[in-house]
């Protein structure tokens, strides 16, 4: 079943905040055309291993980026018979190469050795590049007729599930979805430098024949 609540936020950073809630997620205050969006990124699994697996490609190229180029700003639905052409995919879609996937913890002491630091270290990058814009590729939650509860815009709105969609455990059937995928993508401007962010739980299966049920 396709779910049409999926697509791309095409947006620019605003601000990001530390690690809050019970379920620890890495949030972005982001903007397009004036509405304002919050980023919500899984930083730990609620299934054992509870690491995330990641991938940062720090030189990201693929066709996908012109058609990423050319979308509006703001949240772009993908659906239908589209979803091939811009929906990723992380075990179809030949974006990156699978065993590049890490584990690393939400928090760690040290510097640079958890995946709080790593989205952090990125974002801010863009943040201090204005010209920079971000794309988020996950399920849209809003708008809902409240206050957001971390950065207090409103109607509260936002981008989750941004990692693979797919291959989930029975507990998390429901959600899985073909050409569904989350992810980040920052185009940095005038150099035309792309970043790439790739997120999964070491739980789902990337094994094709497991995802028979997709």
């Given at each position: 079943?396709?779910?049409?609540?999926?697509?791309?936020l095409k947006c620019r950073i605003v601000e990001t905040t530390k690690i809050k809630g019970q379920t620890p997620h890495f949030h972005i205050h982001t903007i397009a055309d004036g509405v304002h969006f919050r980023i919500s990124i899984n930083i730990?699994?609620?299934?054992?291993?509870?690491?995330?697996?990641?991938?940062?490609?720090y030189n990201f190229e693929n066709i996908l980026t012109i058609k990423l180029s050319q979308l509006p700003f703001g949240f772009n639905p993908i659906g239908g018979n589209i979803k091939t052409e811009l929906g990723l995919d992380y075990i179809r879609g030949n974006l990156f190469d699978l065993k590049k996937l890490q584990p690393l913890p939400d928090e760690f002491p040290g510097p640079d050795n958890d995946l709080n630091e790593k989205i952090r270290e990125i974002t801010h990058k863009a943040l201090e590049n204005q010209e920079s814009i971000l794309y988020v590729f996950g399920k849209r939650w809003g708008p809902e007729g409240k206050k957001d509860e971390y950065f207090h815009f409103a109607p509260s709105d936002g981008i989750h599930d941004i990692h693979m969609n797919q291959g989930n455990s029975e507990f998390y059937m429901k959600n899985n979805h073909r050409w569904q995928d989350g992810g980040l993508f920052i185009h940095y401007l005038p150099e035309n430098h792309w970043n790439?962010?790739?997120?999964?739980?070491?739980?789902?299966?990337?094994q094709l024949e497991n995802n028979h049920k997709i």
């Open positions: 079943m396709d779910d049409y609540n999926y697509g791309v730990k699994s609620q299934l054992s291993p509870f690491d995330v697996l990641y991938y940062i490609d790439a962010l790739f997120f999964a739980f070491q739980s789902q299966s990337f």
